[in-house]
């Protein structure tokens, strides 16, 4: 088996590694400055003082007032509070929610929560190409329904959603819009993003692991699905996370800085990376590509394959895909997002997803071409 040195990343989609100057901003955090930020004394106010000076450079980054911002432990967690508590803050408007057919499983999975205290769930199926329309929200929408959830960016394909003309259809008709952001945060522009709330999770964009944010606007009505103390205004209850927090600011900020120049050098390698795999491999289609995608992003079928066996045989030549959301990679059934692209059984058992980050190189995707097709050759003989 290849050395830890000689890998090949390919996963970014699922986590990102933590960037150097984040890790020495968060360090004073974890020895120094160890107060918990709710504490009364002055150890508690230097951790504080931090949290706040944090969620300031955030809600900058964001365009959004810093009374907006609720950090959480991760984006499943922010997608519960986001979702649930709309939804059960606002029951007497209706008890009907819009969620898109591609949508991760932690707002998927809230949203049939909901079905539990009397909610229905209407789901929208994308286009061919990943894409759900302003049009097929607008159908899908009731005189009863309270919430539409539909993500920025899918976390499987790459492929970017029409947030901007979704938010006017929902507002048009006095619907609050909720927005996963988990994928596109610190890679498409934040700043006053157009949705009632959004989720996002530090370790997506070079920041430390559990630590995430739901960002719900002023004036509309949530109620707390975290019990607890009195943190976040009294609506995510625990001990505040303070280098997480220091760093998930401090890593969004770089990120944003980092757009343009990162996002074009990803998606060259990307794009070079199909060219190579459609050129030298037979029987492969790229899976949203006729999309805009994030630069990131390659989901791929092999013809006469098994997503899971190539991904296997890929970590043992030391190359690190998947099959599709972390999150979901101990489940065995086929990917709900390309299912619901209209791609038949065969192209969707044979997906593989393989997302770029800021430090592959145009060596790497050469290297990992040549692996994948003698992965793909041994596979299919």
């Known amino acids: ?54 969620r300031d450079k955030m809600a900058v ?63 929208v ?30 976390n499987e394909t790459g492929v970017i959603q029409p947030i901007e003309g979704i938010y006017n259809v929902v507002k048009a008709h006095g619907v609050y819009l909720w927005c996963d952001c988990v994928q596109s945060a610190g890679v498409l522009p934040m700043s006053r993003f157009p949705a009632d709330g959004f989720a996002l999770s530090a370790h997506k964009f070079y920041g430390p692991k559990g630590v995430g944010a739901a960002c719900i606007k002023k004036g509309i009505k949530f109620s707390r699905q975290h019990s607890g103390g009195h943190q976040e205004k009294g609506m995510r209850g ?40 459609l050129s030298h491999i037979d029987g492969a289609a790229v899976n949203g590509g006729g999309a805009q995608r994030l630069p990131s992003h390659s989901n791929i079928s092999f013809e006469g394959c098994e997503g899971q066996n190539i991904v296997f045989l890929l970590d043992l030549n030391g190359v690190a895909a998947s099959t599709g959301a972390a999150c979901s990679s101990g489940a065995t059934t086929p990917s709900h997002v390309l299912s619901s692209m209209g791609l038949g059984e065969e192209r969707v058992k044979s997906a593989v997803r393989f997302s770029f980050g800021r430090n592959n190189t145009v060596e790497e995707v050469t290297r990992t071409v040549r692996i994948l097709k003698k992965v793909i050759s041994a596979i299919r003989g």
């Open 1 to 54: 088996m290849p050395s830890q040195s000689k890998k090949i990343y390919l996963d970014h989609a699922a986590t990102t590694p933590l960037d150097g100057g984040v890790f020495n901003c968060m360090l004073p955090y974890l020895r120094e400055v160890f107060g918990n930020a709710s504490s009364q004394h002055s150890f508690g106010r230097e951790a504080a003082n931090a949290v706040t000076s944090a």
């Open 125 to 154: 199926s994308p286009d061919g190409e990943g894409v759900i329309s302003a049009e097929a929200v607008k159908e899908a929408m009731r005189p009863d329904t309270v919430l539409v959830a539909v993500m920025s960016a899918n």
């Open 238 to 277: 625990g001990t505040t996370n303070t280098p997480g927090v220091v760093g998930m600011a401090q890593a969004l900020e770089l990120s944003l800085e980092r757009t343009a120049e990162d996002g074009a050098r990803i998606a060259a390698l990307r794009d070079e990376f199909e060219r190579q795999v």
């Open 61 to 123: 980054a964001l365009g959004i007032s810093p009374g907006e911002l609720y950090f959480t432990g991760c984006g499943t967690e922010a997608d519960n509070l986001g979702i649930k508590g709309i939804a059960l803050a606002n029951a007497d408007r209706g008890r009907h929610i819009v969620v898109s057919a591609i949508e991760h499983p932690a707002v998927i999975e809230s949203a049939k929560d909901l079905t539990n205290f009397g909610y229905e769930v209407t789901f």
